[in-house]
């Protein structure tokens, strides 16, 4: 046999690189007897035997009726195909499977801690990874752990509400305007809970507790659905109206109660050029306050 060996490709598959080189020698030379296989192999007949029984049972040889019997490999085409599906098919038991133990652990367990922030980095990533509709997250300082939306799912939609500390900088401001989030003072707690059924509440440095289906969580879902109707909108309408884009920005944050040196300081402008915005919007909405600018503007539909 060459003593050159092909770096292997079907482990992936489940099949070990000692099934695979006979496979290969199959292929160099069909219907191959064992005696031929242990020549060309250069091992024992026993070793020949059992990887041969082992491509038989993988569907990447075949035994013809003659004698001695010959070994035919498979098309590797079909044969990959073949080894792929068993694969996904497995994949798919060991999710029903999973889905089992998950439902016996539940019953036991209505909780459980997770510790170090290598580990809480990786659940945070698992959970969103493997949401499928909604993530729901309260987010506020401090960061000493891992950020609380530290990956997207893609095609999952998200709800984040965040403390007004958290958007200190303007490109804080700017990426949590892209995501069509909320802004509120005095955020609670943090939290971040998957299609409704995952909840992961961090509760300490370097601890977070994982819930699942369970009154605490509902509870939870309960507290976020209440703030969110509390918080102000950073996403402003697109709506046509009186107002520019810019122009509903301000007054978002002013409706959620930034003083003008905060929305100067997030928005990167100098506070006179707040000033001056926020009087041509009083003006343009006919208001002689910014509480009745915000809440003409929020009757208009200009701030949802």
């Keep these: 046999m060459h003593s ?13 690189s000692e099934d695979e080189q006979l496979y290969r020698a199959l ?29 038989l049972s993988l569907g990447l040889a075949a035994r013809t009726p003659v ?19 068993r694969k996904q098919a497995a994949i798919v038991e060991a999710r029903l499977g ?30 969103q990874q493997c949401a499928q509709d909604e993530v729901v997250i309260l987010d506020r300082p401090p960061y000493a752990v891992v950020p609380i939306e530290p990956r997207r799912a893609y095609g999952v939609s998200y709800r984040t509400i965040y403390d007004m500390a958290s958007l ?23 939290l971040l809970v998957a299609d409704r059924r995952t909840g992961l509440l961090p ?6 507790v994982e819930l699942g289906p369970s009154s605490l969580l509902d509870a ?36 959620a109660g930034l003083t003008d040196q905060a929305i100067a300081r997030r928005l990167g402008v100098a506070q006179r050029t707040v000033e001056r915005r926020m009087q041509r919007i009083l003006k343009t909405l006919d208001a002689t306050t910014r509480f009745q600018a915000g809440l003409r503007a929020g009757q208009r539909g200009l701030l949802v």
Excluded: M
Aim: net charge positive; hydrophobic share 40%.
């Design 4 to 16: 050159y060996r092909p770096a292997p490709v079907l482990e992936a598959l489940g099949v070990c």
């Design 27 to 55: 292929l160099a030379r069909p219907e191959s007897t064992t005696t031929d296989l242990v020549r060309d192999t250069g091992w024992p007949a026993t070793r020949v035997g059992r990887h041969l029984r082992s491509l």
């Design 67 to 85: 004698r001695p019997a010959r070994y035919v490999p498979a098309v590797p085409e079909a044969a990959v195909e073949l080894l792929a599906l």
């Design 98 to 127: 999973a889905s089992v133990l998950s439902s016996e652990f539940r019953q036991r367990n209505a909780f459980t801690v997770v510790r170090g922030a290598e580990a809480i980095a990786q659940r945070f990533y698992q959970a």
């Design 168 to 190: 200190s900088e303007p490109g804080d401001l700017v990426a949590a305007r892209s995501a069509g989030c909320r802004i509120l003072r005095d955020v609670p707690l943090k």
């Design 203 to 208: 509760t300490g440095p370097d601890v977070v």
């Design 220 to 255: 939870l879902l309960r507290l976020f659905d209440l703030l969110w109707q509390q918080a102000t909108p950073l996403t402003p309408s697109t709506s046509e109206g009186p107002l520019t884009s810019d122009d509903r920005q301000l007054l978002s944050l002013a409706a």
